[in-house]
């Protein structure tokens, strides 16, 4: 059941939580794994049997994004157009809506409150500090018991064969290991080198699952926003990428091309350091999560009683929403998590890695903390972790490869 919390006047809905079990990020590759008869999986998504599936994710490609920019993109166009009808166009990414969520929950195949990934930055209890998920992990933390839920590459491999082409420093790397890990690693630095590798692969195999990630999109994103010259070109490459690919996959391999999130541009003057203000810092611990979505883990941690603690998230969560009620949803733990948010479970280990409070804007704001923030992260135009529609919708797109015929075809066993 939805929570309800306090919201100024004008403050929109908060949205309804991910579509977890049925319409989400998290249901494509068990989805998937049912298409290609793995045994225990659902299909939620309806996703069309297949001998090979390449699953196409490219980070930071939103639906808001994709339906704005459809000149950029006539090959995807297209194959939307001509595609599956029997399967949804839009999923709902991870909450927050970052790539660390996302991505974990598509490699586990649950939500982030059973995987734990719950942000971009995320607060480590048992060492009382907020640890990086994506760049920089901190060498405390152990990717497999941070997050020790097995991945859907894990379950299904060898019995189907499975191969993750994408960058090489990815390759076992913290994220990887946590959240993506199992089967065979292919690193390629280049879009063509990768199509390429992602197209070898699946023809020496029979039955497979290829998971084949593109960024070049958002990186574009963050450094220029979506609205530049630089991610319409960007969108380009990725739309003429699809378009080879198409052509040398074995012919009638399924194809699936998603995003993990979507984006948002945030003006210089709007990227504000919450970390210089201490009516915003008084009460405040440790700050996490990413600038459109901050989790804020009050000293109450330090009170001796639960009135007293519930007292300080009071005080913190009242000189917030002063600040920024009209700007963003400002929600309690309980708040969140009996709203879906994190999913329908949240488990104990999980628990409190989430703040206190989460500041999620729905606001033309970026709320970084200067203390912890490098520099060079207030230049970031492209944003994105909360729960508006940009950033939450993705595209799901399906298609079959008119690529090239083999000398044999692949059967399932």
């Known amino acids: 059941m939805a929570a309800s919390h306090e919201t100024a006047p004008g403050t929109p809905p908060l949205p309804p939580p991910p579509a977890f079990g ?25 996703i069309p049997d297949a001998v090979r599936i390449c699953l196409v994710m490219v980070d930071g490609l939103g639906q808001n994004l994709l339906a704005k920019r459809t000149a950029h993109t006539p090959f995807l166009r297209q194959k939307a157009a001509e595609g599956q009808k029997s399967i949804p166009a839009t999923l709902d990414a991870a909450f927050p809506s970052t790539t660390a969520a996302s991505l974990a929950s598509l490699g586990t195949g649950v939500p982030p409150g059973q995987h734990g990934m719950v942000g971009y930055d995320v607060y480590a209890p048992h060492l009382d500090r907020v640890v990086n998920q994506l760049n920089g992990w901190d060498p405390d933390v152990d990717p497999r018991k941070w997050q020790p839920w097995p991945t859907v590459f894990e379950r299904i491999h060898p019995d189907i064969h499975v191969a993750t082409i994408s960058l090489p420093q990815f390759e076992g790397s913290a994220m990887t290991r946590a959240a993506l890990r199992g089967g065979e690693f292919i690193g390629a630095l280049g879009l063509h080198a990768r199509t390429t590798a992602a197209s070898e692969a699946m023809a020496a195999h029979p039955r497979m699952l290829a998971y084949f990630y593109l960024n070049e999109l958002d990186k574009a994103g963050h450094q220029y926003g979506w609205a530049s010259r630089e991610w319409e070109d960007a969108l380009e490459e990725v739309d003429s990428c699809l378009r080879r690919l198409d ?28 970390g210089a203000d201490p009516y915003l810092t008084e009460g405040v611990r440790h700050t996490a999560g990413e600038p459109r979505m901050v989790h804020l883990h009050v000293e ?5 009683t639960d009135n ?29 998590i009996d709203h879906g948010l994190f999913g329908p479970v949240v488990t104990e280990s999980v628990h409190a890695r989430i703040g206190d409070l989460m500041v999620a804007v ?18 970031m135009v492209g944003q994105h972790g909360s729960w508006t529609k940009a950033e939450r919708q993705v595209p799901l797109i399906a298609f079959r490869a008119r690529g090239k015929t083999q000398g044999k075809r692949g059967r399932r066993g």
Request: a positive charge.
């Open 300 to 304: 109450g941690a330090r009170v001796a």
């Open 22 to 46: 049925s319409r989400s990020v998290a249901d494509i590759l068990p989805s998937c794994a049912a298409a290609l008869g793995a045994e225990g999986f659902a299909n939620p998504l309806g």
């Open 308 to 336: 007293g603690r519930d007292a300080v998230v009071a005080g913190v969560a009242a000189r917030w929403r002063e600040r920024f009620g009209n700007q963003a949803w400002i929600l309690t733990r309980r708040e969140a």
């Open 247 to 274: 052509a040398q996959l074995p012919k009638d391999t399924l194809v699936l091309v998603v995003g993990d999130h979507g984006m948002v541009d945030i003006e210089a003057s709007r990227r504000l350091d919450i």
């Open 362 to 379: 729905h606001g033309d704001v970026a709320l970084y903390d200067g203390r912890r923030a490098r520099p060079q992260a207030f230049q």
